[in-house]
């Protein structure tokens, strides 16, 4: 299985995968998290993120851990926007279910479509995903909204949550 080892690049933001020791970073807190990434670790992100961040390994792929989270840096400033998790699914195929967030303070500014675009594209052309799912919250109108600019299609809504699908035959040429 094909991991996400290197950092993918778009026009405004680097996207870091979660390697072990900035797993463990994380866990030790703020100021040890972005002195492994070299970036500025804004504590509205941390206070929702860096849990999480914490426990994003896995060892579905193998023995060792492989990054299922990739931190998003604005390159210019040099500050943590948000993440982007993607790990595979339960589901027959090579199915991949991704997941966002960005700090409050850079929201509606094109971040999350930006972040998960690319990494749609490395699981899509790398990773050899087949199938990507996203759930949200139906209330969530701007992860709907973010999940339809990024070429998803309503598949489900039981109950509160909307499932979303994208295949590579679906996903519009105009993303981003």
């Known amino acids: 299985m094909i991991v996400l080892d290197r950092s993918l690049l778009t026009p405004r933001l680097r996207l870091e995968p979660v390697t072990p020791a900035l797993a463990r970073a994380a866990g030790a807190g703020q100021a040890a998290f972005a002195d492994v990434i070299g ?26 851990p492989a990054p299922t989270r990739a931190i998003a840096i604005h390159r210019a400033e040099g500050v943590v926007v948000g993440d982007v998790r993607f790990e595979p699914t339960l589901r027959p195929g090579r199915a991949y279910e991704i997941g966002y967030g960005v700090a409050k303070s850079r929201r509606r500014q094109g971040y999350a479509v930006e972040a998960v ?7 899509f052309e790398d990773a050899g995903a087949e199938t990507i799912i996203a759930g949200c919250d139906q ?21 509160q949550t909307f499932w979303w699908t994208l295949d590579p035959e679906l996903r519009s040429p105009t993303r981003a």
């Open 117 to 123: 675009s690319a990494v749609i594209d490395w699981l």
């Open 39 to 64: 970036a500025d670790a804004p504590s509205d992100w941390c206070d929702s993120s860096l849990g999480l961040v914490a426990r994003s390994l896995t060892h579905v792929w193998g023995p060792e």
């Open 139 to 159: 209330r969530n109108l701007a992860s709907v909204r973010t999940l339809r600019r990024l070429g998803f299609w309503l598949d489900s809504n039981p109950g």
